[in-house]
């Protein structure tokens, strides 16, 4: 037991693997985060290329900080 009489038990944080379904701004978002907190992720999209869903991701000012961050390339 370590000096004061307190016992720590340490547990190693478990890796785990997710599927993200869907990469909208919504999806790669969360996909990021998942990855970043140290888990496997699948990203699963229905589409073979990236493609504009109307006016919502078109790299808008508020996308151009999670594309950045995940390293996308056109």
């Given at each position: 037991?370590?000096?004061g009489?307190?016992?720590v038990?340490?547990?190693?944080p478990?890796?785990?693997?997710?599927?993200v379904?869907?990469?909208?701004?919504?999806?790669m978002?969360?996909?990021?985060s998942?990855?970043?907190?140290?888990?496997?992720?699948?990203?699963?999209?229905?589409?073979p290329?990236?493609?504009p869903a109307g006016?919502?991701?078109?790299?808008?000012?508020s996308a151009?900080?999670?594309s950045?961050?995940?390293?996308?390339i056109?």
């Amino acid at each position: 037991m370590p000096p004061g009489g307190t016992r720590v038990n340490t547990v190693p944080p478990r890796r785990g693997r997710v599927a993200v379904v869907g990469a909208g701004p919504a999806g790669m978002a969360t996909a990021l985060s998942v990855h970043q907190a140290g888990h496997d992720v699948t990203l699963l999209e229905r589409y073979p290329q990236a493609r504009p869903a109307g006016n919502i991701l078109n790299q808008s000012p508020s996308a151009a900080p999670v594309s950045s961050t995940a390293k996308v390339i056109e």
